[in-house]
Nanobody, 123 residues
Framework: QLQASGGGLVQAGGSLRLSCAAS????????MGWFRQTPGKEREFVAS????????NYADSVKGRFTISRDNAENTVYLQMNSLKPEDTAVYYC??????????????????WGQGTQVTVSS
């Protein structure tokens, strides 16, 4: 089970940190990801991190502004979001991929999803 938190309302240029606590077993080969979705649009990849190696991937739209990290002891993944823009407004979801080849940008690679947390950036 994944529990996302940390969303809220922030002005453009501000920051938020999202958390995703994973209950149950996270294996070393798993990949944790963050996605976002706005009404009428498909779920969009934001960032991912490999649980064992810590290797990170980011969508071009968030590179240099967002940072994904993990706390292995707490089974928690974070998304630090800085320099937020109105176009970052969305429901943010965390997810875990247990695919042998690792998670990618494709939501179909991910096996379990959190409930989502709303991020609203005002201009």
């Amino acid at each position: 089970q994944l529990q996302a938190s940390g969303g809220g309302l922030v002005q453009a240029g501000g920051s938020l940190r999202l958390s995703c606590a994973a209950s149950g077993v996270i294996y070393s080969n798993d990949v944790m990801g963050w996605f976002r979705q706005t009404p009428g649009k498909e779920r969009e990849f934001v960032a991912s991190i490999a649980w064992r190696s810590g290797r990170r991937n980011y969508a071009d739209s968030v590179k240099g502004r967002f940072t994904i990290s993990r706390d292995n002891a707490e089974n928690t993944v974070y998304l630090q979001m800085n320099s937020l823009k109105p176009e970052d407004t969305a429901v943010y979801y965390c997810a875990v991929s247990k695919k042998p080849y690792g998670g990618t940008w494709d939501p179909n690679d991910y096996d379990y999803w959190g409930q989502g947390t709303q991020v609203t950036v005002s201009s």
